[in-house]
C-alpha cells in the first residue's frame, strides 16, 4: 500500500517522540532513532531516586510500544533534505522527518543500566545525614520534596540562585511551595550559588557565593539540562533555530520554510512552559497532521485537512511529596491534598502508559 511505502523518521524516543513514533506505526514505514533502547517517563525520575521500584514502570523499552517500526539505537549527527546520518555512519531516508530531541540528558543505554543507576542514587541519599540540592526549579523543588517525605531526618538545604524558588511560575506558587519546604525542615537560601568542588578538612563543606558554609555528606545537582540541538548547527537546519537554540515551528510544527520537516517537545521556539502535557500534545497534533498528509499523498494537499497547534495555558503542577502539590491555574494557585490528588500519587505515569498502548498497572 502507499502509506505503507511513505519513510517517517523520528529523532528522539522521550516524551514526545515515543508518542509520534507510537501513533504513526500503523500508518506509515517509522524509524525511531535514541541513543538508548528505551522510554523514560521524565517526570517520575525523581521518585525513582527515593522509591527505585516506581522505575519499574515508568522506564519503557521503545520496542514494547513500537511493535511495527525499526529502532536505531544511535545519536543523529546530520540531516540533509533526505537522509538522516547517525553517529556510526548509517544514512536513513526519510520522506517525512520529527526532530523531537529535547534537552540533552546523558543517562545509560540500556533499561537495566539505567535501574541499577536509579537504585546507587537511593542508597546515595539513604547512607547520608545531610544533602546538599542545587537547583530550587521543579527539579530541584520535587526531589526536596520527595526526600523530605520520604526521609524526614534528613537535614536537607536547597540553594537557588534566583530571588525565588520556581522561576517559570508566579509568584504567589512559589511563595506557597517556599512555605511548604521550609514546613517540612527544608533549609532554603535563595539568591545564592554553590562551588560543587570546594572540600575543607575531609569533611564535605560546600561554600555559597554569600560564603555560608554548607556542610552535606552528598549533593544532587538540578540545574536546566542545554537543549539537544547543537548538532544541528551543521546541517541543513542551521538556520532555522532561534538565539536559544531551540527550533523556529510554524501553526503546524512543522519547521518553518519546510514542507516536511517537524519538531515537536522542548526542542521548539512554542511560547509556553516546557513540560512533558505540552509536548504530548506536540505529539498528538503532528501525528493526525501527518496521518491526513501521507493518505492524500499528494504535495499539493499537504495541508488539505490538517489542524492547528494551540500553545497551552499558563499551568502548572509541581508535586511535593506523595501526596500534595502546588499548582497554578491561569486564574488560581493551590497548594495542598487535592493538586496532590491530580498528579503527585502516580505522577500520571499510569495514563502515560495507557496512552502508549500498555497496560497501565504493570
Known amino acids: 500500500m502507499e502509506k505503507e511505502g511513505k519513510k517517517v523518521v523520528i529523532i528522539g524516543g522521550g516524551i514526545a517522540g515515543s508518542l509520534v513514533a507510537k501513533n504513526l506505526q500503523s500508518h ?6 535514541d541513543p538508548k533502547e528505551y522510554f523514560e ?24 510500544y513500537l511493535t511495527h517500526g525499526d529502532i536505531v539505537t544511535s545519536y543523529a549527527v546530520n540531516i540533509t533534505e533526505t537522509e538522516v546520518w547517525t553517529a556510526e555512519g548509517r544514512r536513513i531516508n526519510y520522506d517525512y522527518l520529527i526532530i523531537a530531541t529535547g534537552h540533552a540528558d546523558h543517562v ?6 539505567r535501574l541499577d543507576q536509579f537504585k546507587e542514587e537511593n542508597e546515595k541519599i539513604k547512607s547520608a545525614d545531610s544533602i546538599l540540592i ?42 506557597k511551595t517556599l512555605k511548604w519546604l521550609e514546613s517540612k525542615n527544608v533549609v532554603v537560601k535563595l539568591e545564592q ?15 555559597t557565593s554569600n560564603g555560608e558554609n554548607i556542610v552535606a555528606d552528598c549533593h544532587f545537582l538540578c540545574l536546566g539540562k542545554p537543549l539537544g540541538s547543537t548538532w544541528l548547527n551543521e546541517t541543513v537546519l542551521k538556520n532555522d533555530l532561534d538565539f536559544l537554540g531551540r527550533i523556529k515551528v510554524d501553526e503546524q510544527l512543522r519547521v518553518k520554510g519546510w514542507s516536511n520537516i517537524f519538531a515537536i517537545g522542548d526542542i521548539t521556539d512554542v511560547p509556553e512552559i516546557k513540560q512533558g502535557f505540552a ?3 506536540h505529539a498528538e497534533v503532528v ?15 499537504n495541508r488539505c485537512g490538517t489542524e492547528t497547534y494551540k500553545p497551552q495555558l499558563e499551568m502548572a503542577i509541581v508535586s ?6 502546588v499548582a497554578q491555574f491561569p486564574f488560581l494557585t493551590i497548594i495542598g491534598r487535592f493538586p496532590g490528588y491530580i498528579k503527585s500519587g502516580d505522577l500520571f505515569v499510569g495514563r502515560t502508559r495507557k496512552q502508549m498502548g500498555l497496560n497501565p498497572n504493570i
Open 108 to 113: 545509560p543505554k540500556s533499561r537495566p543500566e
Open 28 to 33: 506509515a514505514h517509522v524509524t525511531l532513532i
Open 193 to 207: 550559588s554553590v562551588d560543587l568542588n570546594a572540600f575543607r578538612d575531609g569533611l564535605k563543606i560546600y561554600q
Open 134 to 175: 542545587v537547583g530550587g526549579g521543579p527539579t530541584g523543588v520535587e526531589l526536596a520534596g520527595e526526600i523530605a517525605i520520604d526521609f524526614p531526618d534528613k537535614k536537607i538545604t536547597l540553594v537557588h540562585k534566583g530571588p525565588r524558588l520556581l522561576d517559570f511560575v508566579g509568584t504567589n506558587a512559589a511563595d
Open 41 to 64: 517517563i521524565t517526570w517520575a525520575s525523581l521518585r525513582s531516586m527515593v522509591q527505585p521500584s516506581f522505575a519499574e514502570r515508568s522506564l519503557i523499552n521503545h520496542r514494547d
Open 279 to 281: 509536548a504530548q500534545q
Open 287 to 301: 501525528a493526525r497532521n501527518l496521518k491526513v498528509m501521507i493518505e492524500g499523498g499528494k504535495k499539493q494537499c
Open 320 to 325: 511535593l511529596g506523595r501526596k500534595e502539590a
